[in-house]
């Protein structure tokens, strides 16, 4: 796989990747980090798009959806609030007593997800040329 692409430094950019923070930025590089790294597994993505694409779920609806057991499920919804990813809150359905969790992507996972990974996936067609090692 040939790029033919030469990376040079731009002037405007800070030498420190840390330095492209706001001065005021409400997280670390590591925080926005931890959120890439998470969406990087296919389970953490696919509950996260469904999330952004869909409404809030239920653990049991993603899991139903998904076709995973529960266990496996929570495990990977945990990653996701600890990244600030997701949120999760107890809200009482119509004519039923007790409170049920639900699930809703932050405005962090809603970017996180729609100008990362699907942006890199609806841009693949325009990424072909680039890529394409029979064109050399």
Do not use: C, W
């Not at 670390?28 to 809030?56: K, P």
């Not at 993603?62 to 990653?79: F, G, P, Q, R, V």
């Not at 107890?90 to 809603?110: A, C, I, N, S």
């Amino acid at each position: 796989m040939s790029t033919k692409r030469t990376h040079t430094a731009k002037a405007d950019l800070p030498a420190d990747p840390e330095d492209l923070l706001p001065e005021e930025s409400i997280l670390s590089l590591s925080e926005y980090l931890d959120m890439h790294a998470a969406v990087g597994h296919r389970t953490r993505y696919e509950i996260l798009y469904r999330l952004v694409h869909g409404d809030e779920m239920s653990p049991t609806e993603l899991a139903d959806a998904m076709e995973i057991d529960d266990s496996t499920l929570h495990y990977h919804l945990n990653k996701l609030v600890d990244v600030s990813l997701v949120e999760k809150r107890k809200r009482t359905d119509r004519g039923q007593d007790g409170l049920y969790t639900y699930y809703r992507p932050t405005v962090f996972g809603e970017v996180t997800l729609s100008e990362g990974v699907d942006e890199l996936i609806r841009g693949e067609q325009s990424f072909e040329g680039m890529y394409d090692s029979s064109a050399e």
